[in-house]
């Protein structure tokens, strides 16, 4: 008869190869699997938490390794195991750890309330698996993606449960734009030394918000972050960073600082699939104590498409509109309540239909924006679409390019970046670049 030790180890080669290193790694080879009977198996997992989304994502790829191996699908039990508690909550000592700082993060955002979906799932896995064991996995951890999708999220929920797995640890949250008021502070109130100890001394886990705004600051900020950087990574600490575009996209970014970024992990988060928008809906309708039938949920996820914060949006401006009118949530209701917030005419908003509505707009064909014709007439309307797409429709670079006929992604980054800074100068692109958000309904 077989051994059960062959077995296993060839599901789980299948399984690797499956999923992928990164989250093998983080999910497969945190658990322990035993053979509990003939056709029964007990997986043994660090922590209630762990098992439930193991048993919800990973548990059918398992089963389904081990029916594709003997032709047979076990019956599974989760059970937690002390001997890997050292990833769960640790049970109380008789001398208790010291209790360590704990600075910014937002109540709000834990991982108990962040909905997964295909869009999120590897950024999601790798910041658990970084709480867990901060310092030992994915460092640094670098979460890039457009507004509103949940890095910041998931940046205070790493906290969050750090501070409870590792109670005597010392946890910052603060944006890049924060660190370098307080670097500035110091230069001018003669208190460097200060300033460097609590950063490169103090902090065992340090979470940093939207580092592209590092992006063309003077070189003695940007040197003081590599310094700090390399204290914190040299001795071990974790460091979390999130920005709206990866490392290699950011401008004016020192290429020692870059390279930095690029050392650990680098994980993109998405603007969420349908399905996901609705659970993202459900559990902010449950938080706020609304009752939210499923078509509605459905109407609303359909026709918001740029990220999680119009999502809550939508969902607050209609409980608001529900308790003025003392009426219960209906399709009629809601459509009311977001006349002008979403698009009422039921026709998603696409990249297609900003095409269409920014060739009306600029009086040019449609064919040529998506052409390869570089005259400025063309030029200029065709890099209003691409801020439109990954400003509002929440897109990533190689997907606009893509759509363009597979430009490359540092094309549409520039198109981006030069529209941005247009708009704070030209006034009439200002107001064209307005119209097009009211005309697709995207406006927040």
């Known amino acids: 008869m077989e051994n059960f030790e062959d077995r296993l ?63 047979i699908t076990p019956d599974v039990k989760i059970l937690i195991e002390e001997s890997l508690e050292d990833l769960a909550e640790p049970e109380e000592l008789p001398l208790k750890k010291k209790q360590g700082l704990c600075l910014n993060l937002i109540p709000k955002y834990t991982f108990e309330n962040f909905v997964v979906g295909k869009s999120n799932e590897f950024p999601y896995s790798a910041s658990f698996a970084v709480a867990n064991e901060p310092g030992k996995v994915y460092n640094p951890l670098y979460i890039y993606g457009g507004v509103g999708l949940g890095k910041t999220h998931l940046l205070n929920a790493i906290g969050h449960r750090t501070r409870k797995i590792h109670s005597d640890l010392n946890i910052i949250y603060i944006s890049a734009e924060s660190f370098m008021n307080e670097f500035l502070k110091a230069i001018r109130m003669n208190t460097m030394e200060q300033f460097r100890k609590r950063y490169r001394q103090t902090f065992d886990v340090i979470l940093i918000d939207d580092v592209q705004f590092l992006s063309g600051n003077k070189e003695s ?18 460091i979390v960073l999130t920005s709206d575009r990866a490392p290699k996209d950011i401008e004016q970014l020192q290429e020692r600082l870059r390279s930095r970024f690029e050392m650990g992990l680098v994980v993109e988060i998405n603007p969420p699939e349908l399905e996901t928008k609705v659970a993202i809906l459900k559990k902010k309708a449950e938080l706020y104590s609304i009752s939210l039938p499923n078509e509605i949920a459905f109407y609303i996820a359909e026709r918001i498409h740029s990220n999680v914060r119009e999502l809550e949006g939508a969902l607050l401006r209609i409980k608001a509109i529900s308790a003025l009118k003392n009426s219960p949530i209906t399709l009629e209701l809601v459509k009311e309540a977001l006349h002008g917030f979403i698009e009422e005419r039921g026709a998603k908003v696409n990249p297609e239909k900003v095409l269409k509505e920014v060739s009306e707009a600029f009086k040019v064909k449609l064919s040529d924006l998506r052409s390869r014709r570089r005259f400025k007439q063309i030029a200029l309307p065709r890099q209003v679409a691409m801020f439109i797409m990954r400003t509002y429709l929440g897109m990533s670079f190689p997907e606009i ?22 708009i704070t100068k030209d006034i009439y692109l200002q107001e064209i670049v307005e119209n097009l958000k009211k005309k697709l309904f995207i406006e927040t």
């Open 9 to 71: 180890q060839r599901v789980m080669e299948k399984i690797k190869e499956e999923v992928g290193k990164n989250a093998f790694s983080t999910w497969f080879e945190r658990i322990s699997i035993r053979q509990n009977g003939e056709n029964s198996l007990a997986v043994y997992v660090p922590n209630k938490f762990f098992g439930e989304w193991f048993s919800k994502n990973y548990l059918p790829i398992l089963l389904k390794a081990f029916r594709d191996e003997s032709s």
């Open 221 to 238: 900020t940007q040197e003081e972050f590599f310094h700090t950087f390399n204290a914190l990574f040299n001795l071990n600490k974790q």
């Open 401 to 422: 390019g893509l759509f363009f006929g597979g430009k490359d992604h540092t094309t549409v980054i520039h198109a981006v970046r030069k529209v941005e800074k247009e």
